[in-house]
């Protein structure tokens, strides 16, 4: 597994190196040469056309990145896209679909816990990372699981409650 | 326009950030207030969550175009410094950068007055060249490569220093101006004076003096200022991260020279502005700049830290205030003396009026306000939701309360007792006042009555309650034009050029239009902020958007009903009078004979039916404002100086609510703005070079999920509101308005000690708590 630091070229763009990676995007092997310097966060917007992804600062400050990489959630920005070669990357694009909703997507409409929407894609992937980990969290446990993850329309108070909205339906027996 | 009136213009008052204008409109159409409705009042979903809950919504900073180079800005590391050489060679023989602008590349060009790029900086982070080029990193490497040589100027950081004789003058007038709500004449403050203040003071009963201090606090949307420009030729289209398209447009105009035909802005979706993003900006600029010279759309999006560094803020301030009383708690006068440190602030520049409140919230015979707005070297303020007045009702709602303490008198007793039944300031009549039912049922449900004195609480944890009020214009008005178009299936597109920040504006618009049409939402598409293909409006700004704009979309829909009813008159051999429409179909009243929508529609020869209309007057002679009244209770750690939130009420009368589910998230979400102002947001700067020192959001705190209390309960106190035809007033800025001062009150409540510097940090807390009560 490539773990190069980040390098940056003096010369011209071209000269600067590049490694392949094969990883499971949302589901599907997918293979890319990406320059070696790039994050995550810049493979996923600008080659692999998933823009779900949001960066907020790209210093690992504000959680508006944050995907699942083989299920733990982790800012985008602060992991190296030539890291993930051979492992499992699931962005807000791979959860669900507006015809095919994941049960969190769904508690957050229902409790409409979002305003902008800037950050959302990164609250419920962190919120799917707990939930996976832990199912029945209390409303102290979800704030400080999202406590990572800033939002500046002040959302928080209604994304603890849909995210123990999604717990409860996860919870039920299937349907 | 079909409408009856079209003829008739007025002239008639719009209030904007708590700034007066006139204006005129065209008379409307009276549309009878609805009855009961089915869709307005209800909590809809949200018709672009499903978008922005799969990362499908596309946000400026999410546009991608063939071709597309990446802009960046060389900015001034120092506060105050001219550039005596700038070479632009290296960084333009870089492979892979295809334009360089300086300042001499863009003299002419003017944004509202001001330059583009500029070879004298006024404040660190101030633009100075710029570029673009195939990708991120190479702009960035071509950036290096600029060679400026400085000539540094001594900075003029605090206001003391600028108003200190012999201090260096940063424009032509001097350093000193009136304050208010941009920078007025230089030399004086902007003096406001009702009755005799300094008499009715010295001849009060009971007579307090206290100073107040407030620091500049950033919006720190999450998605950073952006925009994306491209040519077709010699038309312009750009993207941008807006409140407002028609306001970027305009500038954008003014800028190039460009007719508004030919300049398309859009935002289909956005992440976040709170008034620092009413127009174009720089940024814009040099996009649309390098893009025409490069021959490429060109992406302009600001890093955290240039967003931080040369962004707006909201000004600091302090404010020397005073308020006299009768022994029975009546407020005979109040006066205040605010100095606002407004950095690089020109004319065109808003930043919001600190003594708003002084004038607004009670009624008080005797009020004069001194305000001086001070040049500094640090960048120029803007809009910041609920400008001036947030300062301001930390000052005086902490004011109000010390007057209790020292009364002996119930601050929430003592608030309604010196509630204004007219406007205070004009003496005219508010069209509707919910003021003391937000207090009543704020109060009822923090449980206001087992309040206990300060010392009554001892040992590390102690809790307090706290109140404090707000007043708001915020009843919108024109312009406002808004297009419904129904199809010739039946379903129906809403045409506003209305910006939905986050708040629920595309959302509550379809429940206008489904309403008064009498179709399904399902069966309704808003299509908004695109200046080519959308009618007029102001940005989303000063709480107007839907009390502008709402009433225009209802207008439009009537219209089509009106023209939908004419057609199925003769298809259902009825006079139109008696037709309705309901679910989807034109139906008899009495007879229940039915026909729908989509095969009238289909019918027709233009096989579509549109209407236009829009927002009308004000009502003469009354004032419109929202007023909300919010409770705070806070936890005091007296060990670690920190306060917790641990129950927060928030109630207002904005009239009518038309979705109580996004109303109630805007709500929460101004008070946890609040939190964050009262509790943990303060730039900071290096006070040797003026630089930030905190331009990161590690470092400028703004709240994250455990800051906020568990549970924020909103309260609708509102009675009905008749100045337009939907009910409704604004709500985005009143719950910013009272938050920080209902904190410190609670504070003050909690502990004995009063803290008159926001925000209330642990060192501040722990130092109150160590002195001498
Ligand atoms: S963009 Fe990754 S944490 Fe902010
Ligand atoms: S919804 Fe706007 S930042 Fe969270």
């Not at chain 2, 982070?125 to 960035?140: K, Q, V």
């Not at chain 2, 010295?202 to 720190?220: F, G, I, K, N, S």
């Not at chain 2, 109000?400 to 509630?419: I, K, M, S, Y």
């Not at chain 2, 706290?466 to 010739?488: D, N």
Request: some cysteine.
């Amino acid at each position: 597994m490539a773990r190069r630091a980040a390098t940056r070229s003096s010369k011209s763009p071209a000269a600067r190196h590049v490694t392949q990676i094969e990883l499971e995007l949302n589901g599907r092997v997918t293979r890319a040469s990406v320059p070696d310097h790039w994050t995550l966060l810049e493979f996923l917007r600008k080659s692999a056309g998933l823009t779900g992804a949001k960066e907020g600062c790209n210093a690992g400050e504000c959680g508006a990145c944050t995907v699942l990489l083989d299920g733990v959630a982790v800012y985008a920005c602060c992991v190296l896209a030539a890291e993930t070669s051979g492992r499992r990357v699931m962005t807000i694009e791979g959860l669900g679909t507006p015809e095919r909703l994941d049960p969190l997507q769904e508690a957050f409409l229902v409790d409409d816990a979002l305003q902008c929407g800037f950050c959302i894609p990164g609250q419920i992937l962190a919120a799917k990372a707990l939930l996976d980990a832990e199912p029945s969290p209390d409303r102290e446990c979800v704030r400080r699981a999202l406590s990572g993850n800033l939002c500046r329309c002040g959302c928080y108070v209604k994304i603890a409650t849909a995210v123990l909205r999604a717990a409860a339906i996860r919870r039920e027996p299937e349907r | 326009m079909s409408d009856d009136c079209a003829e008739k213009t007025v002239e008639t008052e719009l209030e904007i950030e708590g700034r007066k204008v006139k204006v005129r409109a065209q008379v409307e159409r009276q549309l009878p207030p609805w009855g009961k409705t089915t869709l307005v009042g209800k909590s809809m979903r949200r018709v672009d969550g499903p978008d922005k809950v799969t990362g499908a919504a596309r946000y400026t900073h999410d546009v991608q175009l063939s071709g597309m180079l990446y802009g960046k800005v060389l900015r001034s590391p120092h506060a105050r410094a001219r550039v005596a050489e700038l070479g632009l060679s290296a960084a333009a023989k870089l492979p892979g950068v295809l334009a360089v602008l300086g300042p001499g590349d863009v003299r002419g060009v003017r944004l509202g007055g001001q330059k583009v790029l500029s070879a004298e900086a006024s404040y660190a982070g101030e633009e100075i060249a710029a570029l673009a080029a195939t990708d991120e990193e190479t702009a960035e490497e071509a950036l290096s490569l600029i060679r400026v040589r400085w000539e540094p100027l001594p900075p003029v950081l605090e206001p003391e220093d600028a108003m200190a004789p012999g201090a260096p003058a940063l424009q032509p007038g001097g350093n000193v101006l009136g304050g208010g709500f941009g920078p007025q004449t230089p030399g004086k403050p902007e003096v406001y004076e009702r009755g005799d203040a300094p008499a009715a003071l010295a001849a009060a009963e009971v007579e307090l003096a206290r100073v107040y201090e407030t620091p500049a606090a950033q919006h720190t949307c999450l998605e950073t200022h952006g925009a994306v420009a491209a040519w077709d030729g010699d038309g312009l289209t750009v993207w941008e991260s807006t409140q407002g398209v028609f306001f970027v447009r305009a500038a954008l105009c003014e800028a190039l020279g460009l007719p508004a035909s030919r300049v398309r802005v859009l935002c289909p979706f956005m992440g976040g502005g709170f008034g620092s993003k009413n127009s174009a900006d720089r940024h814009t600029l040099l996009a649309a700049l390098l893009a025409r010279r490069s021959g490429r759309p060109v992406r302009m999006v600001l890093s955290r830290r240039e967003d931080f560094e040369a962004g707006a803020y909201r000004p600091a301030s302090r404010q020397q205030m005073a308020i006299g009383l009768t022994r029975r708690g009546r407020i005979v006068a109040l006066t205040s003396r605010a100095v606002n440190p407004v950095g690089a602030a020109l004319e065109g520049h808003y930043f919001g009026s600190c003594v708003g409140p002084v004038h607004d919230f009670y009624a008080c015979a005797n009020v004069r306000t001194e305000n001086y707005a001070i040049l500094t070297s640090s960048p120029p303020p803007s809009a910041f939701r609920a400008p001036g007045h947030v300062q301001g009702a930390f000052a005086l709602e902490q004011l109000v309360d010390e007057a209790a303490d020292e009364l002996g008198l119930d601050p929430v007793r003592l608030r309604l007792a010196n509630l204004s039944a007219n406007d205070p300031d004009s003496g005219q009549p508010f069209a509707s006042n919910g003021l003391a039912s937000c207090l009543r049922l704020g109060a009822k449900a923090i449980g206001w009555d087992s309040r206990k004195p300060p010392r009554a609480k001892a040992g590390r944890f102690r809790s307090g309650l706290g109140v404090a009020i707000a007043t708001w214009g915020a009843g919108g008005g024109p312009p406002a034009v808004a297009q419904v178009v129904l199809h010739e299936d039946g379903s129906v597109v809403v045409l506003t050029g209305a910006c939905d920040l986050g708040t629920g504006t595309r959302t509550v618009m379809t429940q206008i239009a489904a309403e008064e049409l009498g179709v399904a939402v399902s069966t309704v598409l808003v299509a908004n902020a695109d200046t080519r293909t959308t009618p007029y409006c102001l940005p989303s700004f000063g709480s107007l958007t839907v009390a502008s704009t709402g009433p225009a979309v209802r207008l439009a829909a009537a219209e089509v009903k009106r023209q939908l009813l004419d057609a199925a008159s003769p298809i259902l051999e009825a006079p139109a009078s008696s037709l309705l429409v309901m679910r989807g179909k034109v139906r008899h009243a009495v007879t229940g004979k039915s026909v729908a929508v989509a095969s009238i529609a289909a019918s027709l020869p233009a096989r579509m039916i549109v209407g236009t209309s829009q927002r009308g007057p004000n009502p003469d002679g009354l004032v419109l404002a929202s007023f909300s009244a919010q409770f705070a209770q806070v936890e005091v750690d007296c060990r670690f100086g920190t306060v917790r939130v641990k129950r927060f009420v928030s109630a207002h009368d904005c009239g009518r609510v038309l979705n109580p589910a996004t109303w109630s998230s805007q709500i929460q979400g101004g008070v946890l703005q609040g939190i964050g102002y009262a509790l943990l947001e303060q730039r900071t700067r290096d006070p040797g070079t003026g630089r930030q020192l905190n331009a990161g959001l590690l470092d400028y705190k703004i709240p994250t999920a455990p800051d906020s209390p568990p549970e924020i309960e909103v309260i609708d106190a509102a009675p009905p509101y008749p100045a337009n035809n939907i009910g409704a007033k604004g709500s985005g800025e009143p719950p910013i308005i009272p938050v920080a001062a209902a904190i410190a009150n609670a504070v003050a409540n909690a502990t004995g000690r009063r803290l008159r510097t926001a925000p209330i940090t642990p060192a501040r807390l722990l130092a109150a708590l160590s002195a001498e009560p």
